[in-house]
Every structure is written in structure tokens, then in C-alpha cells.
């Protein structure tokens, strides 16, 4: 059995097992060498050889000046959809006098207020209601400085959160600050039996 060493000149494989961006149905993208040669041969306003006609160069400066980004109707909705946003966020949502538990580390942060909970963790975030929350669970380490908090939502999943303390002498204050928070904001829906006479 022979064997080529060297370059083949057979088509170069394709999949999703050779290239991660690889896509079922859509072209592979040109080698290089082809793309040049179809770039000189196929643009418009040159000569066979590759030679720039003049009057290509003279139109190309006049059409870029009559398309200004922004004419389109799109570009137009786009541009008022940011403003509208922008405008939300410049208007700060009144804060009632509330309590509010915040506790972060250099990687974590939790803020628990009137809105509900809200975790971040590097650049991942998310926020619950109250209304979304089912139940929220403390947890601190045996050893070392780590306070977990876990929000549990009424579909049974659960979201934890890991913060370092600074020391172990913090826990008690933050769970003290976020018992506040849950007294005030977070309905269990248990209801308390009346007295009975």
C-alpha cells in the first residue's frame, strides 16, 4: 500500500469534528488563495487584469455619503429603544426605609431588599422576586470563613451562593440582618390558625 507524504489535492474535510464553527447546510468558506483571486477578478469596477476603473473610485465616496447610519427605519427603532432604556436607568426606584442585607467578597456579592435577592457571582447575576422565592437557607462553614446562602424557588431548584467573611465573628451579624430582611419582605404563605374561643 503506497501513502502520499506531503500535500494532497484532494478537498480538505469538513464537520463540526475539524472545525467547532462548522454549521450542516451552509458552505465552507474559501481557502485563502481562492478568495484573492475572486476578490481581483469579480470586483466591480475593475479590468480583467485588476486594474481600478476610475469612475468605481469617483461613485463609491457619493454613495457612503447619502447612506448615513441611522436613516434606516430599524436603525431609527433601535436608536429609541436604547434611549428609552437609558432613561429608565437614569430614574432611581424610590427605596423604602426597609431593611436591606448586603454582604460581598471579592468574587460574590448578595443584596437582599424590598425588590427581593439578587446574586452575583463574577460576572453571572441573577435576581428573584419575592413573590419567586420559596424559601432561603443559610449555612456556615465548620471550619474556615464561608457563608453560604441558598435560595430555593417554588419549582425546586436552588441557587447557592458562597461569600468569604473576613471572620467567623460576621456570620451572626448577617444572620441577623437578613432575618430583618425576610421578617419584613418575604410572605411564606403559612397561615397563622386563629384563636379560638
Known amino acids: 500500500m503506497e501513502q ?3 500535500s494532497s489535492s484532494s478537498k480538505p474535510l469538513e464537520g463540526a469534528g475539524f472545525d467547532p464553527a ?8 474559501a481557502t485563502g488563495r481562492e478568495e484573492d483571486a475572486k476578490d481581483t ?7 480583467g487584469d485588476g486594474t481600478v476603473e476610475d469612475a468605481a473610485t469617483e461613485a463609491a465616496p457619493e454613495a457612503e455619503e447619502s447612506e448615513k447610519p441611522g436613516d434606516s427605519p430599524a436603525a431609527e427603532a433601535a436608536e ?3 434611549a428609552a432604556e437609558e432613561s429608565e436607568d437614569d430614574e432611581p426606584e424610590p427605596a ?3 431593611p436591606v442585607f448586603e454582604a460581598s467578597d471579592r468574587r460574590a456579592a448578595l443584596v437582599a431588599d424590598h425588590r427581593g435577592v439578587r446574586l452575583r457571582l463574577d460576572d453571572q447575576e441573577c435576581e428573584f422576586r419575592w413573590d419567586e422565592i420559596g424559601a432561603v437557607e443559610t449555612e456556615t462553614a465548620r471550619f474556615g470563613k464561608r457563608y453560604t446562602v441558598t435560595v430555593h424557588t417554588p419549582d425546586r431548584r436552588w441557587y447557592p451562593l458562597e461569600i468569604d467573611a473576613d471572620s467567623r465573628r460576621r456570620f451572626a451579624e448577617w444572620d441577623a440582618a437578613l ?4 421578617d419584613a419582605y418575604f410572605d411564606d404563605g403559612a397561615e ?5 374561643v
Open 80 to 82: 429609541a429603544v436604547e
Open 192 to 196: 397563622e390558625p386563629a384563636d379560638r
Open 96 to 98: 423604602p426605609d426597609g
Open 41 to 47: 477578478k469579480d470586483a466591480p469596477g475593475t479590468d
Open 4 to 6: 502520499r507524504i506531503g
Open 22 to 29: 462548522f454549521i450542516p447546510g451552509l458552505t465552507a468558506p
Open 179 to 182: 432575618d430583618k430582611v425576610l
